[in-house]
T-cell receptor
Framework: GENVEQHPSTLSVQEGDSAVIKCTYS??????FPWYKQELGKRPQLIID?????GEKKDQRIAVTLNKTAKHFSLHITETQPEDSAVYFC??????????FGTGTRLTIIP | ETGVTQSPTHLIKTRGQQVTLRCSSQ?????VSWYQQALGQGPQFIFQ???????GRGNFPPRFSGLQFPNYSSELNVNALELDDSALYLC???????????FGPGTRLLVL
């Protein structure tokens, strides 16, 4: 089955700097890669997703890149703000079948 | 917010008991997936329901079972509760044929 690895497990950046979180997946059949943000005690919230026919997608300060050959994808957050502090999860899936999640990255923005 | 609702929000049970958790999907969504999130970990897929039938199952024992109703809402039932079943249980709704899954707020289950 699919296996998703995520790094780093914790990340602290100064407010205004950029943050990058990386994930690798094992199943070449996976074609959908969402990123979720989860604040303490709350639901995972979809922040951006990318499909395997696209190499990069951007939404304001958030961007995701996908390298199908290397089977890795990354989340980039620019101009970080205190409200970006949360746990971020990457995931991989084939279509709308089960999401396989990474282990999460706790991002802390230092004011 | 996503429009996906879950009940109850919190639940305390003792080992060996049975529990039923409920999920109402977002309007227009016909597929419900259930996930278990242990503390400090990512969600783990339990199973998915579409057209009232199980449409994929993760590595969970048969004492985890579910239902989907004609209005697309869903239940997760866990029998013979074990201490390790303590977790946040999340449901996610989606529209069959599209990939995006939207999560509900979860039910936090504590087994003593």
């Amino acid at each position: 089955g699919e296996n998703v690895e995520q790094h780093p497990s914790t990340l602290s950046v100064q407010e205004g700097d950029s943050a990058v979180i990386k994930c690798t997946y094992s199943d070449s059949a996976s074609n959908y890669f969402p990123w979720y943000k989860q604040e303490l005690g709350k639901r995972p919230q979809l922040i951006i997703d990318i499909r395997s026919n696209v190499g990069e997608k951007k939404d304001q300060r958030i961007a995701v890149t996908l390298n199908k050959t290397a089977k890795h994808f990354s989340l980039h957050i620019t101009e970080t703000q205190p409200e970006d502090s949360a746990v971020y999860f990457c995931a991989a899936a084939f279509g709308n079948e089960k999401l396989t999640f990474g282990t999460g990255t706790r991002l802390t923005i230092i004011p | 917010e996503t429009g996906v609702t879950q009940s109850p929000t919190h639940l305390i049970k003792t080992r060996g008991q049975q529990v039923t958790l409920r999920c109402s999907s977002q309007s227009g969504h016909n597929t419900v997936s259930w996930y278990q999130q242990a503390l400090g970990q990512g969600p783990q897929f339990i199973f998915q329901y579409y057209r009232e039938e199980e449409n994929g199952r993760g590595n969970f024992p048969p004492r985890f079972s579910g239902l989907q109703f004609p209005n697309y809402s869903s239940e997760l039932n866990v029998n013979a509760l074990e201490l390790d079943d303590s977790a946040l249980y999340l449901c996610a709704s989606s529209l069959q044929g599209t990939e995006t899954q939207y999560f509900g707020p979860g039910t936090r289950l504590l087994v003593l």
